[in-house]
């Protein structure tokens, strides 16, 4: 008998060891497993961009005022930053614009030279692909405000003239998570003088097209 409960108690140890190196064994299984890459999000858009901005009529686009032997417009340069909600444009280009108002470069320069530097805010909407290699986005403009003084040839002060600008969202943006270059594009299809009651529509203003090529000026390595 005494024999027997002592291979039962040499028994029950080796299941115990069993049991507890099993449950090391699992423990030591968890430790090893790979740890997990980081997860992409639409965050990764975040940053400082710098690239062109190419502007063409609306009706050249639409085939009209169209000619061979164009060459492609050079654009201007031009920079942004981009949050969670909001590509902003601290000096944002407005002599495309300007010019498709008044139709005449000396006076386009002067104007933007009397307006001085225009910031400009836009919002989007960001989708990651199911394959978190790119982002898509919709734009959310809201209009351009001016304000240009008007010089007097009389002693009264100059005046000043609101102007706001109409802008409408093109076709969804895209954004490569590998290179870190961003592409999109909006129209400014109307443009409004003065302010309030006494605000009327620029009559002539075909509406211009401005595209974005950007890249980020720094790329942030992501696992994919």
Not at 168 to 176: F, I, L, R, S, W
Not at 202 to 223: C, P, R, V, Y
Request: hydrophobic fraction near 40%; proline fraction near 4%; aromatic fraction near 8%.
């Amino acid at each position: 008998m005494k024999k027997f409960i002592g291979t039962a108690k040499v028994f029950a140890s080796l299941l115990l060891m069993g049991s507890v190196f099993c449950f090391a064994s699992c423990n030591d299984d968890d430790d090893n497993v790979p740890p997990t890459s980081d997860e992409v999000t639409t965050d990764v858009m975040f940053g400082e961009y710098s690239g062109k901005m190419v502007a063409a009529s609306i009706a050249t686009q639409d085939g009209e005022n169209t000619g061979d032997g164009e060459e492609t417009p050079a654009g201007t340069d031009i920079t942004a930053t981009l949050d969670n909600d909001t590509i902003h444009f601290e000096d944002f280009p407005i002599r495309d614009i300007v010019l498709a108002i008044v139709q005449d470069e000396t006076t386009a320069d002067q104007i933007v030279e009397a307006v001085g530097q225009v910031g400009y805010a836009i919002g989007y909407e960001p989708t990651l692909a199911a394959e978190k290699d790119t982002v898509t986005f919709v734009l959310a403009p809201k209009p351009l405000t001016l304000a240009v003084q008007l010089p007097s040839d009389t002693e009264e002060e100059a005046q000043t003239l609101q102007i706001e600008v109409k802008v409408e969202a093109g076709a969804k943006g895209t954004y490569d998570v590998e290179s870190g270059h961003i592409v999109f594009n909006f129209s400014a299809t109307e443009v409004l003088l003065g302010a309030g009651e006494e605000q009327t529509s620029l009559e002539g203003f075909d509406g211009i097209n401005l595209q974005f090529d950007m890249k980020q000026s720094k790329t942030k390595a992501h696992w994919l």
